[in-house]
Structure formats: C-alpha cells, structure tokens
C-alpha cells in the first residue's frame, strides 16, 4: 500500500457522481477513513443533517450511536481510529408517500456499494472489529439464513463483528420492546470497541 493510496481513493470517493441523476439534494459523499482505523462502521446512507454539514453521523442518530458503544466525538471522528462507511455515500432522497413526512429516508443507493467498499476496505488493515448498523449493512456484510434483524442483533456474533439496529429515533420502541439489548448488547459493544482501540497499533 503506498503512502497515498487511501487519500486518493478517498478524493475519488467525493468526487464521484455516479447516481448524481437518482439524488434531490446532488451528490456529497460522505465517508471517513485512515489506514490506522481500529474500528469500522458501515451505515446506511447520510441523512439531510449530514449531507448539510458533511459530517458523518452528525445527528441525533450519531449521539446515540456514539452513546451505545462509549465513544465520545473526539473519538468517533478520529479517522486513525475510526472509520465511517455507509452502505450509500449520499443522502439518497425520500420514500414517495402521501402528505407532509409520509414517506422516510430512502434506501442506500445500490451503486455505491460496488464501486467504493472493496477498494476502501482494503486500504484499512487495522480494522480489528466492524459494526453492522441496520438491515442493510447487515445484509450485505452478514448473509446466511434468512434471520431477523432482532435476531441478528441478539447473537453476539464472530468477535471482530457486531450488529446494530440503526439508532434513529424509530429504534426507540424497538429497544422498549427488546430490553436485552441495553442489558446484554451493549455492555458487550462498549467492551468490544474499547478492546479494538486499545490494542490496535500503527500500520
């Protein structure tokens, strides 16, 4: 791997403009990335608050995802400790619906995917555990038999890989429904990602 690799990959990645016709608000890919990353989270797509400011998990979603596995900002936005990539790089528009916010945030783009994850995930040696976060993570990164995502999320999986609900507000009665969760998931989580950052080492 040669010193700029990965910086190159990552200008592709934000210039891209492969589904540029598909997207509302254009295109503004949003990722996060260093060779060093202990840790690897692979989303779903950005919302209208992160295509905004061009943060990943800058919302409401991202302080709780921040709150489930015990990493502050300062953290969770150190690319030489954590990376950041959704299964769509773009804010991907609405599902159609009748009336004022009939409709939630669309799926991933399909696009992205094969373009950008293999090439990016190579250039990250250091992951030493990855989060699924949400059923389309989950469906491309853990395939097998045909499970729930609950069911995914109670198993606790291989150790260098968990799954998560996405933490939006919706996973609010999911988590009232599954009080094992907050019990016995996420101490796990917090005890996994804290083990990733304190035994990674420099690439």
């Known amino acids: 791997m040669t010193g700029d690799a990965l910086p190159a990959l990552l200008q592709r990645i934000r210039d891209c403009t492969a589904c540029a016709a598909h997207l509302p608000l254009g295109p503004r890919p949003i990722v996060q990335a260093a060779p060093r990353a202990a840790i690897l989270i692979i989303g779903q797509a950005p919302g209208t608050a992160v295509h905004a400011s061009g943060i990943p998990w800058d919302d409401p979603s991202g302080d709780r995802l921040r709150e489930w596995t015990g990493l502050d900002r300062a953290t969770f936005y150190d690319p030489d400790k954590v990376a950041l990539m959704p299964m769509g790089f773009c804010y991907p528009g609405k599902v159609p619906g009748k009336g004022s916010g009939a409709g939630g945030d669309a799926p991933p783009r399909r696009e992205c995917a094969p ?23 989950q469906a491309a990164y853990a ?3 045909k499970v729930t995502l609950t069911e995914r999320v109670r198993a606790s999986g291989p150790a260098d890989q968990m799954a998560l609900p996405h933490p939006s507000w919706r996973s609010t009665g999911w988590m009232q429904r599954n009080p094992w969760f907050e019990a016995d998931v996420l ?17």
């Open 187 to 203: 101490p796990v989580l917090r005890t996994r990602v804290a083990a990733a950052l304190t035994h990674h080492s420099p690439v």
């Open 115 to 137: 373009l950008w994850h293999a090439p990016l995930r190579a250039q990250l040696p250091a992951v030493r555990l990855t989060l699924l976060v949400g059923q389309y993570a």
């Open 143 to 145: 395939p097998g038999p």
